[in-house]
């Protein structure tokens, strides 16, 4: 759209940080200047009148003017505090002219303060907060914001009527809910546009033609649904003219181990790779294909892995260690947790095995999004959500305070009597005068001394996968940071206490009670708060297990979550949609979007 500007035009389209006639109706005016001739006068609003200046003085920190207003009939005073010499000049003695002001009644009589003179009336004046001058926005907005422009640049026609309306209204008012929909819509219209624009698509020779289904049989348990979907889904994919390009978001617990290795099934006898973030999670995920693809040759790649041929092996499992490697070709290349990668990681991986077509590329999250952003995604990639679990999680969740200790160290006793395990996640490793919580090392002596078999880890432990490996197999209590977010299954975890609960996200929290209760055990998260009252926040987190109604709520309660990685949060916030609320408005635009072909929009 840029492109249709003039040279003048587009700086200023560009100082705006819009780039479509679209991006410029996204602006609304701030308030509106009334220059509509008065017909009467309301206290402490603005006024316009036609009026003759009958007299003029200047005291030392005022300058008063008597009015005739003509329109009004009536004598009218106006007074300017700390005046500017060369105001003086503006009042005429005698002269007749437009002017406008704050009308304030005071005693009974009618004072206009800080008048200026207009040259025109007649007209409802838009006042915009941008980094241009005022006139020069209205110019903007008057030459190029019309019906026909807007449903030029893609919009339906009423939604356009309804963005004209917000900046040419017939009389001051405040938004309506159809020009607030109007303007979500448009919003979320150019957005997802956008993104779909940037979507490419690369044929690929691989197609896959393994039974998923008949594998899903020979399995001891069944597949839920969502699995089961998402396996269809990622199944077309494979199936197609173009490579895939698909994330899998599945809640914790939520099985996703299963459909990525029914993916692998999908592209036998084609050799597929999966990278993980951590040795643990790699190594877990190789035991589980040994295990369920035991007619598949699978190899792990960690840094300890002597370094050799891969050419015999159907599927390669490796940390970021494969990027140093020589992978030999592959039709599918998968990312599990991708959010722990950066991006030059993933595209590194998508580009090494030494391929002439271009593999199929899936990325696995445990990190739930809300529904509204995994929509609003899919214009740019195909998404699907596994939102449910193979079995119920019975975890009960408790905000609790510092009286509250004794009773919960009952509990913990009772649960490790039981051989089960008991996690305490805390906020730091070393004391620290800004936080009012214990740190591990503060901490881990009280544990110690109490119970045997304690275990102790953090971020910056360069043993930590070591020693969750060991907790796992012989631990009682295991003393960490949120390190153990995602990460090794813990199958004896029942208990999860997060000291210094506040200070987390909700997602955060999710994944951390989301440790607990994997085998169906009695589960229990605890969160300790040494804050008074009532946390909203935390009351309503103990009140849901879905990661993506958590997801949403994490929205509602932050204006920034550790939640949306993808492009909404790393460019331009949405000025107008809510992500957490507008669910119905994205189904609309995603349907719309369905039944037209936008045309590429410049920058």
Same mark, same amino acid.
């Given at each position: 759209?840029?492109?249709? @500007? ?9 100082? $705006?940080?819009?780039?479509?006639? $679209? ?66 000049? /503006? ?81 001051? /008012? ?8 109007? $303007?979500?819509?448009? =919003? $979320? ?28 049989? %020979? ?73 369920? @693809?035991?007619?598949?040759? #699978? ?87 596994? /939102?449910?679990?193979?079995? %119920?999680?019975? #975890? ?27 996690? #305490? ?40 996968? =070591? ?10 209590? @295991? ?8 990460? &090794? ?24 009670? !989301? ?69 119905? &408005? ?7 979007? !369905? ?9």
């Amino acid at each position: 759209m840029i492109s249709i @500007l003039s040279t003048e035009d587009a700086d200023k389209f560009r100082r $705006l940080n819009v780039g479509s006639i $679209l991006e410029l109706s996204l602006i609304a005016p701030s308030s509106f200047e009334d220059r509509r001739l008065s017909t009467q006068l309301t206290p402490n609003s603005s006024c316009v009148i036609d009026a003759t200046v009958e007299n003029i003085v200047r005291t030392p920190k005022t300058l008063k003017i008597t009015f005739f207003a003509h329109n009004l009939e009536s004598l009218i005073d106006g007074v300017i505090f700390n005046p500017k010499p060369y105001m003086i000049h /503006q009042f005429p003695k005698n002269e007749r002219a437009f002017f406008s002001g704050k009308a304030v009644l005071e005693q009974g009589r009618w004072t206009m303060v800080h008048p200026i003179k207009i040259s025109a009336i007649g007209s409802l004046v838009p006042i915009y907060k941008t980094p241009l001058r005022a006139d020069v926005m209205r110019r903007l907005i008057e030459k190029y914001i019309s019906i026909d422009n807007l449903v030029t640049d893609g919009l339906p026609e009423p939604i356009a009527k309804e963005l004209y309306g917000v900046h040419f209204p017939d009389f001051p /008012q405040p938004l309506s809910e159809e020009q607030i929909h109007a $303007l979500k819509f448009a =919003e $979320l219209y150019d957005y997802m546009r956008r993104l779909r624009l940037k979507r490419r698509y690369h044929p690929t020779l691989y197609k896959a033609s393994g039974d998923a289904k008949s594998w899903s049989k %020979t399995l001891p348990f069944t597949l839920t649904r969502d699995q089961q979907n998402a396996i269809h889904d990622i199944a077309h994919d494979l199936r197609g003219e173009n490579a895939a390009r698909r994330m899998i978001v599945g809640d914790v617990g939520s099985g996703k181990t299963m459909v990525i290795l029914a993916s692998v099934v999908l592209m036998y006898p084609y050799r597929s790779i999966l990278m993980a973030p951590t040795t643990i999670l790699a190594a877990q995920l190789f035991e589980e294909a040994q295990k369920y @693809l035991p007619h598949l040759k #699978i190899a792990l790649i960690t840094n300890a892995t002597k370094k050799g041929s891969l050419e015999a092996f159907d599927f390669i499992i490796g940390t970021h260690a494969l990027l140093y490697r020589e992978l030999p070709e592959a039709a599918l290349v998968m990312v599990d947790e991708q959010h722990r990668f950066g991006t030059a990681q993933r595209h590194a991986l998508s580009r090494l095995s030494e391929n002439n077509s271009p593999p199929h590329f899936l990325q696995f999250s445990a990190t739930p999004i809300p529904r509204t952003q995994a929509m609003i995604d899919s214009a740019h990639i195909d998404v699907s959500l596994i /939102q449910q679990t193979p079995f %119920t999680k019975n #975890i009960t969740t408790r905000i609790i305070h510092k009286p509250d200790f004794s009773t919960l160290l009952e509990h913990i006793r009772s649960e490790v009597s039981q051989e089960h395990q008991v996690l #305490i996640v805390y906020p730091l490793v070393e004391q620290s005068e800004n936080i009012n919580y214990q740190s591990i090392d503060e901490a881990r002596g009280f544990w110690e001394g109490k119970f045997s078999n304690v275990y102790v880890t953090h971020g910056k432990d360069k043993e930590k996968e =070591e020693v969750l490996r060991e907790f796992r197999d012989k631990g009682t209590i @295991l003393l960490a940071t949120t390190v153990v977010e995602v990460g &090794i299954s813990l199958p004896r975890l029942t208990t999860v206490i997060i000291v210094g609960a506040e200070r987390l996200g909700l997602s955060t929290l999710h994944q951390l009670r !989301g440790r607990v209760s994997r085998t169906g055990l009695q589960g229990y998260c605890y969160l300790y708060t040494n804050t008074s009252g009532k946390n909203e926040r935390l009351e309503a987190f103990s009140t849901c297990m879905s990661g993506f109604d958590i997801a949403a709520l994490d929205l509602k309660f932050r204006s920034s979550g550790d939640l949306l990685e993808g492009s909404i949060q790393s460019g331009k916030k949405l000025r107008w949609v809510d992500i957490g609320e507008d669910e119905e &408005i994205v189904r609309e635009v995603k349907e719309y979007l !369905g039944t037209v072909r936008p045309e590429p929009v410049e920058r």
